[in-house]
């Protein structure tokens, strides 16, 4: 994956907010898979080989004279990724419990140290949806349980579940760079309970869990939704984000159907993470 190539969007935006949050949506819906947040806009990442040059025709807030956002775009070899997050990466430190930062950042004191390198994934608790389900597994009982954790990316909470006393951790992610990435933080952070697999939710036949975590978008959690009730054990939690607030009622209907019934929510911004059991 040393030769990958990605296509670095640069978009200018005002107002900062809520504006960063719309397009980071609409973007990741189109096959966009990494951002990084800055003072005033964002860079939006996605491999050249699915990167087509009219696929911006599809952002309807690009269009949406509410908002000025302007861009620009240039093609960045993967192993450049590092000098791009290490300029805008800081630890962030989430319910005075549990720190995420780099390698290259002190240890501070708090429970729960997280270790990560995330290169090009997705998911170092800096954004909202992140740090809530870092939430969410600090807020619960993890010891014993059996977990999922899906559309994983870096691995963060994956490793964080572990820490908690988690039993077995499975995290699956399609994208390959997020697969390697979070084989490599698991072993940074010296985790034994967790496998890390390359695909979706086909891998998912004949398992069960005690706890499924997915951080992934509405289109994909509606259509997986169905899976993760198969798949979880009676009594079993399941932890959604990558979604706003007007999401929720959508969202709850599917996992109605299902007999997963919403019990709570988190709010950060307009995102959410949402909490039901079966």
Not at 16 to 31: H, K, M, R, V, Y
Not at 40 to 45: E, F, K, P, R, V
Not at 101 to 109: G, I
Request: proline letters at 3%.
């Amino acid at each position: 994956m040393s030769n990958t190539v990605y296509i670095e969007y640069n978009f200018e935006i005002a107002p900062l907010q809520p504006t960063s949050d719309i397009l980071i949506a609409e973007l990741g819906a189109i096959g966009f898979e990494s951002f990084v947040e800055h003072e005033t806009g964002i860079q939006a990442y996605i491999q050249k080989e699915d990167w087509q040059a009219d696929m911006l025709q599809e952002v309807g807030i690009l269009t949406n004279p509410d908002f000025s956002i302007s861009y620009g775009f240039k093609e960045i070899e993967q192993e450049n990724w590092n000098a791009t997050w290490e300029r805008n990466f800081n630890p962030i430190t989430v319910d005075n419990e549990c720190e995420v930062r780099a390698p290259f950042h002190e240890k501070s004191d708090v429970t729960y140290d997280i270790v990560i390198e995330p290169k090009m994934s997705f998911g170092t608790g800096h954004h909202e949806t992140t740090h809530m389900m870092l939430q969410f597994i600090l807020a619960h009982d993890f010891k014993g349980k059996t977990v999922l954790d899906m559309g994983s990316g870096t691995g963060v909470l994956a490793i964080l579940a572990e820490m908690r006393g988690a039993m077995s951790v499975d995290a699956i992610d399609i994208d390959n760079w997020c697969y390697l990435n979070a084989i490599e933080n698991v072993e940074r952070n010296n985790c034994k309970q967790i496998k890390v697999y390359e695909g979706d939710a086909s891998l998912l036949k004949d398992q069960k869990y005690d706890v499924i975590i997915a951080n992934i978008n509405r289109n994909i959690l509606l259509a997986d939704i169905p899976e993760y009730a198969k798949c979880l054990t009676k009594g079993g939690q399941l932890f959604l984000s990558g979604f706003y607030k007007e999401d929720i009622p959508l969202i709850s209907k599917k996992c109605s159907e299902y007999g997963l019934n919403f019990e709570k929510n988190l709010q950060k911004n307009n995102w959410v993470a949402v909490k039901y059991v079966l």
